[in-house]
């Protein structure tokens, strides 16, 4: 079977919804033993719920390196690592408060590193492993009022471009995705707070910014991360991949 990840172990962050949530279960539906890490546990339970794979939930703020440190001691193996957690924030460098810029740092850019030097010791150890990290298109164009957004993101891209160059030798690799509008649950709690009365105006108008028209789903955004995870891709390091409908190169 291609793309098969059988006898792997697989830990995802943010794996309780969303994009995270799609990775997990095609991981498992593909072979994988998959370990989600979320702060939001009981969500993340109710979410797997009704699968028949072999998904397990632990309880964990990435951004405290302790906690990410105890489930992954737990861990015997770690075949990969997907850093897919993180939180957004609107606004510019002028308007973005102190508080705003650090908690977003901690979680998108501290929560990256806490699991890298966890995961990289185990994959040093068993002989390899793959490393997927959730970019974004904000760290190649400019998006506004997403400041302190896009600096996380752009820290995400070039923390995977380090890893790659850094671990190559050691039969680890490490890719990162940027994607575009998805259409995940926080979309929709994003317009419903800020757009009342007018979700789906603004949904439509988010979507056609991709010159494809719509919105991705998390299902191809966990299509990909399959591919760039699986044996099939074991030529491929140090490499960001835009999954975007178009926005970066066809809006210019």
Known sequence: MMFSLQNKTAVVTGGGSGIGLAIAKVFAQ????VHILDWDAEQAHEAVADSSEKIFVHPCDVSQQ??????FENLEQVDILVNNAGIAHIGNAENTQEADFDRLFQVNVKGVYNCLHAALPKMKAQGGGVILNMASIASSVGLADRFAYSMTKGAVKTMTLSVAKDFIQHNIRCNSISPARVHTPFVDGFLAKNYPGREQEMFEKLARSQPIG??????EIACLALYLCSDEASFITGVDYLIDGGFVYLNS
Do not use: L
């Not at 302790?66 to 489930?71: F, I, L, R, S, Y």
């Open 214 to 219: 719509r919105m991705a789903t998390p299902e």
């Open 30 to 33: 593909q072979g994988a033993r």
């Open 66 to 71: 302790a906690a990410v440190e105890a489930v």
